[in-house]
């Protein structure tokens, strides 16, 4: 990971810097706030600031805020009390680490924003194959799409690509084409230069050029604007792009990966992606299947999120019952590898014997994962007389769905569009990829669908990251 120290470099701060090394961080530095904003905007990225608590670090996270750069803050000091420690939490660090370093300390922080632990974990034959064809291209200059639903691991996928390239000692720098505003992708992409437009108050890197010698992922490609579409395969075609309002191109010398969780042919097809863009981007495809199309690797991966969710709260490393092997094996899994991580975290903190049984294992909405399978025997039980449905689980489905039919009744059109959707998202824990892939309908159409709702009033649920899994984001 890329670790940026602000602050002045005393001794302490030294050794601290020096672990951060020993755990495999590239390490910079600066003195002052200001210099820290303008070497992240020069391009030179970090994942983590390290910030001495006595600069304004609420002024240092508003002005790359400014400038539409995200980085984790945590603060540092020497012999810094409570007080001082709360006002910069309050000030908006993540975390703060006393100094004289603690070893142990620097080494959790460090692994807790990279969040390394993203191993590309398979026993199952089918993933097999995928991944025996990503060790056959992973060297080469070709770019790569990666397909499949939202949740299987597209963006593990892409690490993991460019983690076994000759580009592994460069940049991996990722891009959600979905999560940023078509007005502002082409910024983040290409950069600016000073006065491009209202607000650019000073040259601005984008992330070709902070990825160059290295990766660059296109997150959701198939959300990209046709017009940035057009610019998009002149980089790729020349190497070379052009900062908004910049007057001479800019050679780059990058690999491209992208994802996408919707059919680009369709997409092609429809009219809405360029098809000279989909052959530049898909000189070889990686279709990762959905986790139900690989049952062999629920297992493994169930057992490797419960050691990691144990480590990460501090509880110890339950088993999973032979009963809970079996709901998990028999769940769907809609949501494929994140719904796992998801499910297996909340099991690591719900449950409460030696193992870890079916009743840990419970859907967002607290439901247990097969709810109607409690009380089965194998027969359905017989219909009676005195109710239209008789008993059984066939009854109790048969009145479900009838309640819920007379509930439709009476509403309108926009009204049930606005209900499933909202249900939906919160179904998804707020994430919007998530619930557009279910719904079937652009991350475009779902973003306008919530304004709208927003400037109504409604309370829109917010993306549940502390539960989600960065690593397997759609």
């Not at 940026?4 to 701060?13: A, E």
């Not at 502002?184 to 992409?189: D, G």
């Not at 990686?286 to 169930?302: K, Y």
């Not at 009963?323 to 998990?328: G, M, P, T, W």
Request: one cysteine or more; charged letters at 25%; a neutral charge.
């Amino acid at each position: 990971m890329r670790l940026l120290v602000v602050g002045r470099l005393s001794g302490q701060l030294a050794s601290a810097v020096k672990m951060a090394m020993a755990h495999g961080a590239k390490v910079n530095h600066v003195e002052r706030a200001d210099q820290a904003t303008e070497q992240l905007r020069r391009g030179q990225g970090a994942d983590l600031l390290m910030v001495d608590y006595q600069l304004d670090i609420a002024a240092l996270i508003a002005a790359n805020e400014a400038e539409r750069i995200t980085v984790p803050v945590v603060a540092f000091g020497v012999d810094a009390d409570a007080r001082e420690a709360a006002a910069a939490i309050r000030a908006g660090a993540k975390e703060f680490i006393p100094l004289p370093p603690d070893a142990d300390l620097i080494a959790a922080v460090l692994s807790a924003v990279a969040d390394d632990e993203k191993p590309m974990i398979s026993a199952d034959p089918s993933m097999k194959a995928v991944l025996q064809l990503a060790d056959q291209v992973a060297r080469s200059e070709a770019s790569i799409l990666v397909t499949g639903e939202s949740g299987v691991g597209k963006e593990v996928m892409a690490r993991y690509l460019h983690e076994n390239s000759r580009r592994k000692e460069r940049p991996f720098i990722s891009v959600n084409c979905a999560a940023i505003p078509d007005n502002l992708l082409e910024s983040e992409l290409f950069g600016h230069e000073k006065g491009a437009f209202t607000g650019a108050v000073a040259r601005r890197i984008g992330k070709f050029e902070e990825a160059d010698g290295g990766t660059l992922l296109l997150d959701e490609i198939s959300e990209m604007d046709a017009r940035l579409q057009a610019k998009l395969l002149r980089a790729i075609q020349e190497r070379v792009i052009d900062r908004v309002g910049g007057s001479k191109p800019v050679p780059v010398n990058i690999r491209i990966i992208a994802t996408s969780n919707r059919d680009l042919s369709k997409a092609v097809a429809e009219g809405v992606f360029r098809e000279d863009l989909l052959y530049r981007l898909n000189v070889v495809n990686l279709r990762l299947p959905s986790l139900r199309e690989r049952p062999g690797d629920i297992g493994v991966l169930a057992d490797h999120f419960v050691k990691k969710y144990a480590a990460a709260n501090g509880v110890p490393v339950r088993p999973i019952s032979a009963k809970a092997r079996e709901a998990i094996a028999a769940h769907r899994w809609p949501g494929n590898v994140r719904e796992l991580e998801n499910a297996m975290h909340r099991a690591v903190l719900l449950a409460t014997g030696a193992e870890i049984d079916v009743d840990a294992i419970r859907l967002p909405d607290g439901q247990p994962l097969n709810p109607l399978s409690s009380g089965m025997t194998g027969h359905a039980a017989p219909v009676g007389h005195d109710s239209p449905y008789g008993g059984g689980v066939a009854a109790r489905a048969a009145q479900a769905a009838d309640a819920v039919t007379r509930n439709f009744v009476g509403q309108t059109v926009a009204a049930m569009e606005k209900t499933l959707i909202l249900d939906t998202l919160n179904h998804c824990l707020g994430n919007r990829t998530h619930a557009a892939n279910i719904l079937g309908i652009s991350i475009r159409t779902l973003r306008n669908k919530l304004n709208e709702y927003a400037d109504e009033g409604t309370a829109i649920p917010a993306p549940q990251s502390g539960v989600s899994a960065s690593g397997y984001a759609a």
